[in-house]
């Protein structure tokens, strides 16, 4: 298992993050998509829908164009853009190919301007963003799924035959014919944060209170190899994805 590890200083803090992806046992090939900037705090996680052709060009194009266009700033106007670009060239390779291509995309992008630490979550699909503070682990993003909105409705039950179905009916993707735009969600950086970028090989093959154990490590790579051996003693029914990054301190 290849766990990839940066260190990053953005307006006075510092930041270590490490990613890591496995195939798992349902599949032969591995349609996740990570990317840490080595020279930037930017991460992005992508999942291609379905297991074929379409899947691993709609990730790798989306993770690529986005990180092209996103190094323009990371501005809301911005990040939007590089959503935008993004949208067009996956649906635009997918117009050669008779199968489903689309992928999700979730970034953390730091912001380099302001007095104080923030960053941008950028959010498409159903892969997720997680933060432990102060021993709370929230779930900052929404799954674009018929499920979750469901769920919310009250259409059906959490646990019911029809949510499963529904988990994997995305209404936003890059991809989609319609070009949705993604949710931006601003955070602030405290020391001591440590936030979760996950494919929903992770989020659905582990409980809450496992990836809050999981993450109260101070070693980024080490929650990232528990987290993915985790994923594959549950069963490994899916690839598997994920970046963990933690607030360290503030540099002087």
């Known amino acids: 298992m290849d766990i990839s590890k940066v260190a990053w200083t953005t307006a006075g803090r510092r930041l270590t993050a490490a990613a890591g992806s496995v195939v798992g046992k349902r599949y032969q090939d591995n349609y996740d998509v990570v990317h840490l900037e080595p020279g930037d705090p930017l991460a992005v996680v992508a999942d291609g829908m379905g297991s074929g052709p379409g899947s691993t060009v709609a990730a790798h194009t989306a993770v690529e164009v986005f990180l092209r266009e996103v190094m323009v700033g990371e501005t809301p106007s911005a990040l939007r853009a590089a959503v935008s670009a993004a949208q067009d060239a996956v649906r635009k390779a997918g117009s050669n190919l008779d199968e489903l291509t689309g992928s999700t995309l979730t970034a953390f992008v730091a912001e380099h301007d302001g007095e104080n630490a923030a960053a941008w979550i950028v959010q498409l ?127 002087e």
């Not at 892969?127 to 900052?140: F, I, P, Q, T």
């Open 125 to 251: 699909g159903d892969s997720r963003v997680y933060r432990l503070r102060d021993g709370l682990l929230e779930l900052l993003t929404v799954d674009h799924t018929i499920a979750w909105v469901g769920v919310l409705h009250g259409w059906f039950g959490a646990d019911s035959e029809e949510a499963r179905a529904a988990r994997y009916r995305l209404t936003r993707y890059v991809g989609h014919p319609d070009a949705p735009e993604p949710d931006l969600l601003n955070v602030t950086l405290r020391s001591g944060d440590v936030y979760l970028l996950g494919t929903d090989g992770v989020s659905d093959q582990l409980s809450y209170e496992r990836l809050t154990r999981i993450l109260a490590t101070d070693d980024p790579a080490a929650a990232v190899h528990t987290l993915l051996d985790d994923t594959l003693a549950a069963g490994g029914d899916d690839n598997a994805t994920a970046v963990v990054i933690r607030v360290e301190r503030s540099v």
